[in-house]
């Protein structure tokens, strides 16, 4: 892992500054000598944000160096949602299945199935919309050398129609229901791999307590 100097610094002042890093090493100092991937799994360990780190740097510097560091490619949590909406056009009313296939990366501290170590990471996420095509009875294709009766399909919203059509609150009721998602699969991640479970007053300090009570 390549770290530029000026923000290896500020990592380093981090790590070396944490209240709980002498339970990692016996002395501060010896941060210094840890390899660049070795310090990043250690201000993992302690919860330090790694984006908060290096935020003096600048807002460019920072995000581009935690871009190369966590990917929006590479989300921690990836799952579908699946939810009806209920259409009513010229009096005529359809409801319309829906699903949205989503990749998330919280802020809290979270455990890596993949590297199977604990992490925390600048919060992102990403989704695409889809709805299932209901054809009409007497619909047909010609397929496989015949017609054929038209088959259900989920079809991509490419255009975003459908989730620019969802209200503001119902946007938000999604990206809450992806984060507790995510946190409840972290909570069986933590538990299958012997860690101890997270801290729900620490991950959603800035959140309702309704939210933590729902996760």
């Given at each position: 892992m390549?770290?530029?100097?000026?923000?290896?610094?500020?990592?380093?002042?981090?790590?070396?500054?944490?209240?709980?890093?002498?339970?990692h090493?016996?002395?501060?100092?010896?941060?210094?000598?840890l390899?660049?991937?070795?310090?990043v799994?250690?201000?993992?360990?302690?919860?330090?944000?790694?984006?908060?780190?290096?935020?003096e740097?600048?807002?460019?510097?920072?995000?581009s160096?935690?871009?190369d560091?966590?990917?929006?490619?590479?989300p921690?949590?990836?799952?579908?949602?699946?939810?009806?909406?209920?259409?009513t056009v010229f009096?005529?009313?359809?409801?319309?299945?829906?699903?949205?296939?989503?990749?998330?990366?919280?802020a809290?501290?979270?455990?890596?199935?993949?590297?199977?170590?604990?992490k925390?990471?600048l919060?992102s996420s990403?989704?695409?919309?889809?709805?299932?095509?209901?054809?009409f009875p007497?619909?047909?294709?010609?397929?496989?050398g015949?017609?054929?009766?038209?088959?259900?399909e989920?079809?991509?919203?490419?255009?975003?129609?459908?989730?620019?059509?969802?209200?503001a609150?119902?946007?938000?009721?999604?990206?809450?229901?992806i984060?507790k998602?995510s946190?409840?699969?972290?909570q069986?991640n933590?538990?299958?791999?012997?860690m101890?479970?997270?801290?729900p007053?620490?991950?959603?300090a800035d959140?309702?307590?309704?939210?933590?009570?729902?996760?």
């Amino acid at each position: 892992m390549k770290i530029p100097h000026k923000i290896r610094n500020l990592v380093r002042r981090e790590v070396r500054n944490h209240p709980d890093v002498l339970q990692h090493v016996g002395q501060r100092s010896e941060v210094n000598n840890l390899t660049n991937d070795g310090l990043v799994t250690l201000a993992d360990n302690l919860g330090i944000c790694l984006f908060d780190a290096v935020r003096e740097l600048g807002h460019g510097i920072a995000h581009s160096w935690f871009d190369d560091l966590s990917p929006m490619t590479d989300p921690a949590f990836e799952g579908t949602l699946e939810f009806d909406v209920d259409l009513t056009v010229f009096g005529k009313q359809k409801t319309v299945r829906c699903r949205i296939e989503y990749g998330f990366t919280p802020a809290w501290q979270f455990f890596c199935t993949r590297d199977h170590r604990l992490k925390i990471r600048l919060e992102s996420s990403s989704y695409g919309i889809s709805y299932l095509r209901e054809p009409f009875p007497e619909e047909t294709e010609y397929r496989d050398g015949v017609f054929a009766k038209v088959k259900t399909e989920w079809i991509e919203d490419e255009a975003g129609f459908l989730f620019d059509f969802l209200p503001a609150d119902i946007q938000y009721r999604i990206n809450d229901e992806i984060e507790k998602r995510s946190w409840n699969k972290d909570q069986e991640n933590r538990k299958s791999h012997g860690m101890p479970p997270g801290d729900p007053e620490k991950a959603f300090a800035d959140r309702t307590d309704d939210f933590m009570k729902a996760a």
